[in-house]
């Protein structure tokens, strides 16, 4: 089994929260404010731009039904709404997804992350204790999710050298045979990388070979640089051995909504639309009439999209030429190799009020060949969601600090 936090039973498999890290690396630090006179917390992953009005005022006219119990399984409208997005996101054919009983509405994406597996692990799998594969680094639900489900989590660390994705063909035979699921997040958290097809059908063949599901965390799918990224549904539209899961909150700027749905094979979402039923929250009446408007609308995506693209133009004029630079495929983080994130989080709050976060607090020093060697120490994490002035500025002075490190 990998190591993880130094805590009683099953707690003992979730590392630390990536923030309470951060907090205990920066608390006794006195910052100088020098962007905006205030700290810039580019630590989170929060669209910083304002949601569609068309979506609030959606929100506002249907207050009064907050009166009422929403149904479980979503209303009719918001299944074909998701299911129409996805037939144009994902160009499937018509009729691809029945959103009758592929399609199940969450409170943000994050909610399906967590509970799906109590649908998808067994007592045992091949006579050992069942195990789920995640990237390392990590988003933090996932090893909570598996510390839920009561299986072990297998950290696989998503390298330069396999595009900054977890290559899972490397875990060893006798563990893929136990596997059971393996999350898999593209464009990801936080590297912004995005796989390309060769990755996804690699990734399902695995799935076949071993009979285990892929959880693909795709929240981020309508935030990208050039192309469109390739999604799990167009390679597997049937969803054989597939769970994908989507969200309003960075497509729509809509994090506070909590809006988000999952797709998956019949069978499996009968059991999870049961374990809903049972346990899970509903999603209330007025937040699903206003998702139908924003997964139906697209035009403000692309508006999103085209911010996005000139807050990475910024990040390339004013860090392209420092050598651990990529812009961002998909997502909107820069994923900045510094040699040392912790220290160089570290003296950039005390610079200047930016708060990064150090690549180290969302991952796990677990590669069995190098003990103790944690593979996102080099890398600090940003956020770019802030308006263009305060990005503009926040990057400047990470270009001096680096200059000077560098000196
Ligand atoms: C990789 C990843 N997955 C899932 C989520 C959850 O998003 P939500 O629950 O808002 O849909 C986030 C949020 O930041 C994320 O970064």
Known sequence: MQPGLNLPGRMSLVPPSSFDSLGRLLNGITPHFAVNGAAVPMTVGEPQDPPPTFVTDILNRQARDYGRYPPIAGTVALRAAAAGWLKRRYELAE?????????????????????????????????????????????????????????????????????????????????????????????????????????????????????????????????????????????????ERLLSFHSLSKRSNLPGLRSGFMVGPPAVMASLRAFRNLAAPQMPVPTMDASVAAWSEDSHVEENRALYRKRFDIAERLLGNTKGFRRPQGGFYLWLDVGDGPAFAAELWRRSGVRAMPGAYMALPTDPANPGTNPAFPYVRIALVHDLVTINAALEWVAEILRDREA
Not at 215 to 238: F, H, K, M, N, T
Request: hydrophobic share 45%.
């Open 95 to 239: 009729g691809a997804i029945d959103p009758e009983t592929q399609i199940l509405p969450l409170a943000g994406s994050r909610e399906g992350l967590f509970y799906s597996l109590f649908a998808l692990v067994p007592e045992t799998k091949n006579g050992g204790r069942p195990v789920v594969l995640m990237p390392n680094p990590f988003y933090g639900v996932y090893p909570a999710a598996v510390l839920a489900a009561g299986a072990e989590p297998y950290y696989v660390p998503s390298l330069r050298e396999t595009n900054f994705l977890p290559d899972f063909a490397r875990v060893p035979k006798a563990v893929l045979e136990r596997t059971v699921a393996a999350f898999y997040c593209s464009p990801s958290n936080p590297e912004s990388a995005v796989a390309t097809a060769a990755q996804w059908h690699a990734l399902l063949r695995l799935a076949d070979e071993f009979d285990f599901t892929v959880l693909a965390d795709e929240c981020y799918a309508d935030i990208y640089d050039r192309e469109p990224p390739v999604g799990a549904l167009s390679l597997r539209p049937g969803c």
